[in-house]
């Protein structure tokens, strides 16, 4: 790596899982030869799981929604807050962005910061602003991961890390510990993690990607009835609804973690589960970084690109092989009035899967 390259502005203003796919390019530069002084912009959702990494010098929220607001409320002011932004940046002297966002905006922001090195993908002509890019329409053919690995070489970094992490804080893990134990939950019982909803970074699409909750609730159940497991229902406090209509179509009784953690809270108790099922989204995502097997259940999106990482293993994927997915390509989505690809995930084969994952090593 060029001596220069010390200090490194990662880019990601995505969701959970999204952030979480940046993780083996933190832990590569992190790894190199006496290492770079790192720092991040995220957005506020994704925020907690960057304070806590100890490879992340510096972290930035750059919140688009709250930037909107304060630009209708007050143009000064939305001013004032960016060019903040920047100076903080700025005097950090970083030698090089790693933009994985895809927008304009941020390369722009970065030279604004006389940020001389940004590297990132040119989408749709938006990568104007970088000094070194690579052409995309869009991820398709491997993970997401690996196109952000492939933007080391710009800067001399050989990948030296696959797989993605979380950093819990040991307060987080008594908390989820007292928790269980105050659930009910003895120490070496059996206990299985179930996230019915996910995927909030795509907003009032997310629904889209979500297996039915008579579907969780019924294999919930098979694992109680015939495994003797013990479940704990996981989601943030927006996914509640969807949490309650799979409680209430269990016919056996779960503790419900639905809205009552942080999300490192959530990661920690999820690193105590045996198993972890959900949707495609950021909790199947979390609950691969915090170190537990999982099933992800995929609709329209293709797991070879946005799946568990790395695949196999610990992990499985179940979804439905129809002509028609995955249709999510290019960052867009078909329309859709059938849900034929997640309609047609049955019980058996997420049950089947939560076996095989159970006796994975």
Not at 153 to 165: D, K, L, N, S, W
Not at 278 to 305: C, M, Q, W, Y
Request: aromatic share 8%.
């Amino acid at each position: 790596m060029q001596k220069e390259m010390k200090r490194i502005l990662i880019i990601n203003p995505f969701g959970i899982g999204d952030v979480l796919f940046t993780t083996p390019v933190i832990e590569s530069l992190s790894a190199r030869t006496g290492g770079s002084r790192i720092g991040f912009i995220c957005n506020r959702r994704t925020e907690p799981l960057l304070r806590v990494n100890p490879k992340i010098e510096w972290v930035f929220v750059y919140e688009k929604d709250e930037l909107r607001e304060l630009w209708r409320g007050s143009k000064v002011g939305y001013i004032k807050k960016l060019l903040a932004l920047v100076r903080d940046i700025r005097e950090k002297r970083f030698d090089a962005a790693i933009d994985l966002s895809l927008n304009r905006e941020y390369g722009f922001l970065c030279w604004l910061a006389g940020i001389k090195e940004r590297i990132g993908f040119n989408y749709k002509g938006r990568g104007s602003c970088l000094t070194k890019r690579i052409e995309i329409n869009g991820y398709y053919g491997k993970h997401v991961i690996e196109y952000y690995l492939g933007l080391l070489r710009f800067i001399g970094v050989e990948p030296m890390q696959q797989e993605i992490r979380i950093y819990l804080p040991g307060e987080d893990r008594e908390w989820a510990r007292g928790f269980l134990t105050a659930n009910g939950v003895r120490e070496g019982e059996p206990l299985i993690g179930i996230a019915p909803a996910g995927g909030a970074s795509w907003g009032k699409e997310a629904a889209i990607k979500h297996w039915r909750t008579e579907g969780f609730a019924d294999v919930a159940d098979r694992l109680i009835e015939k495994l003797g497991a013990k479940v704990i229902i996981l989601g943030s406090g927006s996914e509640t609804g969807i949490c309650e209509k799979a409680i209430g179509a269990m016919r056996n009784p779960a503790v419900i973690a639905c809205g009552k953690t942080t999300l490192l809270q959530s990661a920690a108790l999820m690193s105590m589960c045996r198993i972890v099922i959900a949707n495609d989204g950021g909790s199947l995502h979390l609950a691969v970084a915090a170190g537990a097997k999982t099933v992800g259940i995929f609709g329209p999106v293709d797991e070879r690109v946005y799946g568990q990482y790395p695949p196999g293993g610990r992990h499985r994927t179940v979804k439905e092989d129809i002509d028609c997915r995955p249709c999510y390509r290019n960052f867009k989505m078909k329309e859709c009035d059938e849900r034929r690809c997640l309609d047609g995930v049955s019980t058996e084969a997420v049950f089947k899967a939560a076996q095989e994952a159970l006796a994975s090593g």
